[in-house]
């Protein structure tokens, strides 16, 4: 009896360990996985890649933002040269992450400037989205019209 009741909680520590590091381990790729989706969707915002920054906006799901408002909110005169995640804090499924940017403005006559920010992610069934929820709807933006 006692090698049955040893062997059985043998079992559960293994089971146990082994399902902690496959946690770990799965917690790992869900912020590898976000990293890797900040670098795509600000590389886009780089090149004005809309079609990328639509994809990876949260709103794109539910409707509430078209691919006409992605490229009225994208078009403009501000120009992203450059960036770098300075720090990603996780809470649950969302982070905050906070970004340097170095933008251009046409109105300032090219002038470069420095901006420091707060993005905030969302995972949505299993895949991190830039969370635009609260972006106005272009519907008074002159595209709607």
Do not use: C
Request: glycine content about 6%.
């Amino acid at each position: 009896m006692q090698k049955n009741t040893l062997a059985l909680l043998v079992v559960i520590a293994v089971v146990t360990i082994s399902g902690y590091f496959l946690n770990v381990w799965h917690q790992g790729n869900v912020r590898k996985n976000l990293v890797e989706r900040i670098n795509q969707y600000w590389v886009a915002k780089q090149v004005n890649d809309v079609r990328t920054i639509y994809e990876m906006e949260s709103a794109k799901l539910d409707g509430t933002m078209t691919p006409s408002d992605a490229n009225y909110y994208n078009s403009g005169n501000v120009y992203v040269n450059s960036f770098e995640v300075e720090d990603i804090q996780y809470q649950d499924d969302s982070a905050i992450v906070t970004i340097n940017r170095q933008l251009t403005f046409d109105d300032l006559q090219g002038k470069e400037f420095s901006n420091r920010g707060e993005d905030r992610w969302i995972l949505i069934e299993g895949q991190w989205y830039h969370d635009s929820s609260k972006a106005p709807s272009a519907q008074g933006s002159p595209l709607s019209k």
